[in-house]
Each structure stands twice: as C-alpha cells, then as structure tokens.
C-alpha cells in the first residue's frame, strides 16, 4: 500500500470529474426526456432547419446470445461426440481486442476528499 500525496491527488482529481459527470448526465437525460415529450407532442418528428432532425424510433427487440451459454453448448456437443456441429459454431467466434486501461475501484464509506 502507498500514499503517495501526487497519486491522492491526481485521483481526487478524476473522483471529482467523475461526480461533475454525473451530475450532467442526469441533466441530460432530463433534458432528453423533456425534448421527447415535445417532439412526441409534435407528432413523432421534428426538423430544425440546420440544426437537427428530432424523431421518435419505434421500439425493438435486439437480439443477442449468451456466450457462457454457448461455451457451454460447445463443450457439450464434443463430450456428446458432435464435435462438427461445435465446431460450426466455434468458427461463427469473433475476437476484438480492447486497450488495456486504468480501473479505480472507490473504497466504500470513504468520500474521494477523505483519502488524503
């Protein structure tokens, strides 16, 4: 464990922007609900000459898999000597990479400003 006073600091610093972030967000989201009911109101669309265009989208159902739940399937078709069938399904595997990044995990019951 360390304490490093420039490490507190810089932490502070991003728990701050962190809760400034929210804040707006929530006043987003609170503006976005509002424009919606106006658009709504207006009949589902709106266009503001140069500035944007406002509509109302039709829900959806998106569908996705479970991929524990699939991994799972696979290992069962080989146990089950179907090890074509998994292997159809293996191919259809796509791989991304993601950066690796910093996590901050918050200590519970401690206020950002209370860790130095």
Same mark, same amino acid.
């Given at each position: 464990m360390t304490n490093d006073p420039a490490m507190i600091d810089i932490y502070q610093t991003?728990? @701050?922007?962190d809760?400034?972030? @929210?804040?707006? !967000?929530?006043?987003?989201e609170q503006a976005r609900t509002t424009l919606s #009911?106006?658009?709504? @109101? =207006?009949g589902g669309k709106v266009i503001l000459d140069g500035v944007a265009t406002m509509e109302i989208t039709r829900p959806a159902i998106v569908m996705s898999y479970d991929r524990a739940g699939l991994e799972a399937l696979v290992r069962?078709?080989?146990a089950n #000597?179907? #090890?074509?069938? @998994?292997?159809?399904i293996? *191919? /259809?595997?796509? /791989?991304?990479?993601?950066?690796?990044?910093?996590?901050?995990? *918050?200590?519970? #019951?401690?206020?950002? !400003?209370? =860790?130095?």
């Open positions: 991003i728990a @701050a922007l809760d400034q972030i @929210a804040c707006l !967000n929530a006043e987003r #009911g106006l658009v709504e @109101a =207006a069962k078709l080989v #000597g179907r #090890g074509g069938i @998994a292997e159809m293996e *191919k /259809q595997r796509k /791989q991304h990479h993601r950066a690796g990044s910093l996590r901050i995990t *918050k200590t519970r #019951g401690i206020a950002p !400003n209370e =860790a130095a």
